[in-house]
């Protein structure tokens, strides 16, 4: 069972920079695929980064197109955390950000549906 917390939302400028934080729990965070998803109001949860497990011990990064270029995905497994770096942030970008993970998922990761653990969500607001 693992327990993921996201940290590090806000309000923020359009143009500003915010950092999420997601703190995991349970054993062999470093088998699992880990990823962002995101909510807006009135609309369907959608995919934003994600970090892909590997047998080799290498983590394969994917981005939504939408914010490939101003956001950063990364880990810390000596930590068991992943991070969000968000750069440019644009009013586009206002939603719930959530963290996910899900053990040794290799394909179709910005399915939400492919994940099997979920945080409680930080809100991210971006003013013009």
């Known amino acids: 069972q693992v327990q993921l917390l996201e940290s590090g939302g806000g309000l923020v400028q359009a143009g500003g920079s915010l950092r999420l934080s997601c703190t995991a729990s349970?054993?062999?965070?470093?088998?699992?695929?880990m990823g962002w998803f995101r909510q807006a109001p009135g609309k369907e949860r959608e995919f934003v980064a994600a970090?892909?497990?590997?047998?080799?011990?290498?983590?394969?990064?994917t981005y939504a197109d939408s914010v490939k270029g101003r956001f950063t995905i990364s880990r810390d497994n000596a930590k068991s955390m992943v991070y969000l770096q968000m750069n440019n942030l644009k009013p586009e970008d206002t939603a719930v950000y959530y963290c996910?993970?899900?053990?040794?998922?290799?394909?179709?990761?910005?399915?939400?549906?492919?994940?099997?653990?979920w945080g409680q969500g930080t809100q991210v607001t971006v003013f013009s």
């Open positions: 996910a993970a899900a053990v040794m998922l290799r394909l179709r990761v910005s399915s939400a549906e492919r994940y099997d653990y």
């Open positions: 349970g054993p062999t965070f470093s088998s699992y695929t």
């Open positions: 970090l892909i497990w590997s047998s080799n011990s290498i983590y394969y990064t």
